[in-house]
C-alpha cells in the first residue's frame, strides 16, 4: 500500500522512530545510501517560496543516487486549468515519490488522492512535518532522545510549526506545551488528536497563554516567524500582541541553562528571536536546518521501500 506522509501523525510513533533511527545511521554514512540508484526521480513541487527545503531535497535526492526535479509551479499547468488530482496522477507515471509545498492542505490532498507513489508534505498552512522530523533528530542529538523531554513553543500557536509540534512531538512521546497570544492558538482538532497520541506515547500537550509558564524548566524552546507566508497581508497585527513571545535572554532564563533552542528559518531577527539568542551557545537552529537533509533522506527511502 502506497504510504503518504502528510501530516506528522501519517507515522505511527514505531515508525517516526525507524525512520530517525535511519537518519541517525545516514548521517553518520552520508554518500553510503543509495536507494534510488537508476536513478529514480523525485518530483519536487514549489507553490511557495523556500531555502531549506530545496536544496535538503536536491542535495539529499541526488545523495540517494536520484535524479530530483525542482519545479516552481508558476511554470506548470497548476495554476490554470489542470486539476492537482490529474497533474498528481502523470507526475506518478515519471517520479518515485512526489514532495509538494502548497498554501491550502486540501491541496496536497487533491494532488496525493490518486497517486501510487509517496506523497511528501514540504509545508502547508496547516503543517510542516518534515521540519519536524528534523528538529526531533536534533532533540535526540542534543537531548539523548525525545521521549519524556519537555518542549515549549511560543508565538504563533495557529501556524503550521505549532501544529506539527503538537502531533510530532506527542508521537514522540515529548511534554509538548504551545503558548501564543489570545486569537492565535491552534486548532482544537489537531491538539485533541495529539492528547490522544500523547495518551498512547506517555507523553502530553497543553496548550497556555503565559509565555515564562510555558518555558519553564524546559528541555527544548522553539519559535517561528509571527508572519507565516501568505499571512502578510490578512490586516491582522502580528506584531503588537506577539512581543511577549519573544525568545530573548529572560525567556530562555525560565528555561534553564540546558535547554537548547530551536527554529525552522527564516528568522526575523529581532522579532520573534533576538540575534544573542539565535547566535548563542543554546542555539540549535543550524544543526536542526542541517538535520533537514538527513531526516528527509531517511524519510524517502522508508516511503519508497514501503510503497
Ligand atoms: N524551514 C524551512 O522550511 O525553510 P524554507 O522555507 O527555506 O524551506
Ligand atoms: N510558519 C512558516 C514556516 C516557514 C518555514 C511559514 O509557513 O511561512
Redesign the pocket.
Known sequence: MTRHFLRDDDLTPAEQAEVLDLAVQMKAERFGHHPLAGPKSVAVFFD?????????FETGIAELGGNPIIVDTQATHFGRGETLADAGRVVSRYAAAIVY?TSGDDRLAELASDVRVPVIN??TDGY?P??LLADLLTIRERCGGTAGRRLAYVGDAANNMAHSYLLAGATAGMHVRVAGPSGFDPAPAVVSRAAEIAAWTGGSVEVLRDPFEAADKVDVLATDTWTS?GQEDDGRDRRTPFWPYQINKDLLAAAGSDAIVLH???AHRGEEITDDVLDGPQSAVFDQ?EN?LHAQKALLTWLVAKS
Open positions: 511557495k517560496a523556500s531555502l531549506r527545503t530545496r536544496l535538503s509545498r514540504a509545508l510542516h518534515c521540519q507566508m525552522c528559518l527564516p536546518a533537514r
